[in-house]
């Protein structure tokens, strides 16, 4: 069985939809301040670091202080927990689907 602590984190950080948003970005960005982040992301500094803080925590973003400024990025191996998640889950519909249909045929073939 998958690992609840690591899925329940990423699931926790990516069910805001302000979150997602950010951590989207972040995706697109090589490197992304906060300051960058702020710019048009419709909450204040204080949220997105508040928001930052859950990604990290969740291990979607790494953090890169420089001088004054932090540089975001994501974490490759921060969506392994969800991967894993899905590939368990799609392989145990697909098998439900493949009876499904085998019992369709015996009904009406």
């Given at each position: 069985m998958?690992e609840a ?9 990516l069910?805001d939809p302000?979150?997602?948003?950010v951590?989207?970005?972040i995706?697109r960005?090589?490197?992304?301040t906060v300051g ?7 909450v ?11 990604l ?25 927990p ?12 697909r098998?439900r689907?493949a ?7 015996e009904i009406?073939?």
């Open positions: 998958i602590a690591p899925i329940d984190a990423v699931m926790r950080a069910a302000t979150r997602r948003a951590y989207e970005r995706v960005s090589e490197e992304i960058e982040l702020t710019r048009g992301a419709g204040s500094q204080g949220a997105v670091s508040q928001h930052l803080k859950s990290r925590t969740a291990g979607l973003v790494v953090e890169r202080p420089e001088g004054r400024n932090v540089y975001y990025r994501a974490q490759p191996d921060g969506l392994t969800l991967v894993d998640w899905m590939t368990h889950y799609g392989v145990f519909w098998e689907f009876d499904l249909r085998a019992l369709l045929q009406d073939p």
